[in-house]
């Protein structure tokens, strides 16, 4: 089955700990991206990747990192999670950024 | 600046009416659109699309009409049913260079479909 996998689905952290969320795709999609999705703000991408090793700022890059050192996988880094990066997070992936992007079920993230 | 705008946070119809789901752009450069449905706890599903070759694309009960003069487009369901109710995000592209080829997302609508 095509999907987007995240994990985790939900995760509770302490300011200044440093998390992992994962992203992985299973249809040779070139192009991966995270978004964050908060109240009255709508999706804003957070980073994107057009292929493996190239990786690039969206709109709210602050405090984030992304890797894509295979295809398949772009992890999402928060070296140091800050209570305004609760919110839930999705990551995407397509054939091309433009294109019709296939979504994960999400990571709900809250930093206390 | 928003590039992509939904100006309606939220819409209510009743069960069997057409619902209209509204959506503008400012970038003249956007020249592809898409439609994505979003339930609680999951993620965004992608629902229909539009090139700006055409003014109209039709799925089912779900059709999206482009005006590329005003710069809007608008997704119509007809007729409505309660599994409809979700939040729609508009998103528009531009299949050539400049922009990255990212999709650019409106914040959404939240539509109520009452039995």
Redesign the interface.
């Given at each position: 089955e095509a999907q987007?996998t995240q994990n985790p689905r939900y995760l509770i952290t302490v300011t200044g700990k440093k998390l992992t969320v994962t992203c992985s795709q299973n249809m040779n999609h070139e192009?991966m991206?995270w978004?964050r999705q908060d109240p009255?703000?709508?999706?804003?991408?957070i980073y994107?990747s057009?292929n493996v090793e190239v990786t690039?700022k969206?709109d709210v890059p602050e405090g984030y990192k992304v890797s894509r050192k295979e295809k398949r996988n772009f992890p999402l880094i928060l070296e140091s999670p800050s209570p305004n990066q609760t919110s839930l997070y999705?990551c995407?992936s397509s054939f091309?950024?433009?294109?019709?992007?296939?979504?994960?079920?999400?990571t709900r993230l809250t930093v206390t | 600046d928003q590039q992509v705008k939904q100006n309606s946070p939220s819409l209510s119809v009743q069960e069997g009416r057409i619902s209209i789901l509204n959506c503008d752009y400012t970038n003249s450069m956007f020249d592809y659109f898409l439609w994505y449905k979003k339930y609680p706890a999951e993620g965004p599903t992608f629902l229909i699309s539009i090139s700006s070759i055409k003014d109209k694309n039709e799925d089912g009960r779900f059709t999206v009409f482009l005006n590329k003069s005003a710069k809007h487009l608008s997704l119509h369901i007809v007729p409505s049913q309660p599994g409809d109710s979700a939040v729609y995000f508009c998103a528009a592209s531009a299949l050539g260079g400049g922009s990255q080829g990212n999709l650019i997302f409106g914040k959404g609508t939240k539509l109520s479909v009452k039995p």
């Open positions: 987007v192009y991206s978004y009255g703000l709508g999706l804003r991408q994107y057009m690039d969206g999705f995407a091309w950024g433009g294109g019709e992007q296939y979504f994960g079920p999400g | -």
